[in-house]
């Protein structure tokens, strides 16, 4: 399944953090699609996803908007504890 999110007109950290409630709400193996036009996200959500083990399939820039896909890796279901 893919999941479209417009984030365009939304400054940083706004794209990374509807990216990652939305993630939260797909199964491991689905994608989300975004759309932005800030682009501080060419940076923020593949460094995002990196720390929180998702995968950034493609990122294209077409005129203004940038196009990330980001696939919800199993290595998200790993919890991260604080003592």
């Known amino acids: 399944m893919q999941i479209d999110i417009d984030v365009k ?29 800030d682009p501080g996200v060419l940076h923020d959500i593949p460094a995002w996803c990196k720390v929180h083990g998702h995968v950034v399939l493609n990122i294209v820039e077409i005129n203004s908007e940038i196009i990330l896909l980001i696939k919800k890796d199993k290595k998200s279901l790993i919890k991260t504890y604080k003592f």
């Not at 706004?14 to 939260?24: A, N, Q």
């Not at 199964?27 to 989300?32: M, N, S």
Request: charged residues 25%; glycine residues 6%.
């Open 9 to 37: 007109r939304l400054l940083c950290p706004m794209p990374v953090i509807r990216l990652g409630e939305t993630i939260e709400e797909i199964a491991v193996g689905d994608t989300i699609k975004i759309t932005a036009t």
